[in-house]
Antibody, heavy 122, light 108 residues
Framework: QVQLQESGPGLVKPSQTLSLTCNVS??????????WNWIRQPAGKGLEWIGR???????SYNPSLKSRVTISLDTSKNQFSLNLSSVTAADTAMYFC??????????????WGQGTLVTVSS | SYVLTQPPSVSVAPGKTASISCVGN??????VHWYQQKPGQAPVLVIY???DRPSGIPERFSGSNSGNTATLTISRVEAGDEADYSC???????????FGGGTKLTVL
């Protein structure tokens, strides 16, 4: 059973870079077949997809965040990471890492991390 | 960009049937997936490919999708079904995951 676990600072200062890592166990992120995603949720609001990375290193990002987001892979550690630059209070949210399965002409999220709360504040 | 619209809240009495809508332009041409999220927890997939239930999801959960509206239906609602429910589609043209705004289901 695949498990995902987020880690990183819970507090980030405005204008700095938010950096989170997702450790994956129970499956290899380099084996292909799945996409590795970051999703966030401000308190009391809906889910927002941030972006994804594939085992080849190819990425796709939400246009609303694209200029500030980088998602990368570390296959030696079976991890993937999120960097979000120039953060503001609007980036305060619960951040989830997740696995996306694509088959039958569509994609859905089949495994989620428990989430990590990131607060942007001085 | 593609937009999914859900009602902010739905209320239902125990034992009754709850219906949660997800409206999008010609959504019937896409596959819709639904997630249940309880407070402080990660979302859980409850319906995928419009109508299918993952292993472990009760038969009381069902889905439909046609025209501009997809619907999640929960029959014989229980107190434990109280949660936020979000719909999701995949925009294949730009490889983006799109979520609805979520609906809070309250069991009276």
């Amino acid at each position: 059973q695949v498990q995902l676990q987020e880690s990183g600072p819970g507090l980030v200062k405005p204008s700095q870079t938010l950096s989170l890592t997702c450790n994956v166990s129970g499956g290899s992120i380099s084996s292909g077949g799945y996409y590795w995603n970051w999703i966030r949720q401000p308190a009391g609001k809906g889910l927002e997809w941030i972006g994804r990375i594939y085992s080849t290193g190819s990425t796709s990002y939400n246009p609303s965040l694209k200029s500030r987001v980088t998602i990368s892979l570390d296959t030696s550690k079976n991890q993937f990471s999120l960097n979000l630059s120039s953060v503001t209070a609007a980036d305060t949210a619960m951040y989830f890492c997740a696995r996306r399965d694509c088959s039958g002409g569509t994609c859905y999220i089949d495994h989620w991390g428990q989430g990590t709360l990131v607060t942007v504040s001085s | 960009s593609y937009v999914l619209t859900q009602p902010p809240s739905v209320s239902v009495a125990p034992g009754k049937t709850a219906s949660i809508s997800c409206v999008g332009n010609n959504i019937g041409s896409k596959s819709v997936h639904w997630y249940q999220q309880k407070p402080g927890q990660a979302p859980v997939l409850v319906i995928y490919y419009d109508t299918d239930r993952p292993s472990g999801i009760p038969e009381r959960f069902s889905g439909s999708n046609s025209g501009n509206t997809a619907t999640l239906t929960i029959s014989r609602v229980e107190a434990g079904d109280e949660a936020d429910y979000s719909c999701q589609v995949w925009d294949s043209n730009i490889d983006h995951v799109i979520f609805g705004g979520g609906t809070k289901l309250t069991v009276l």
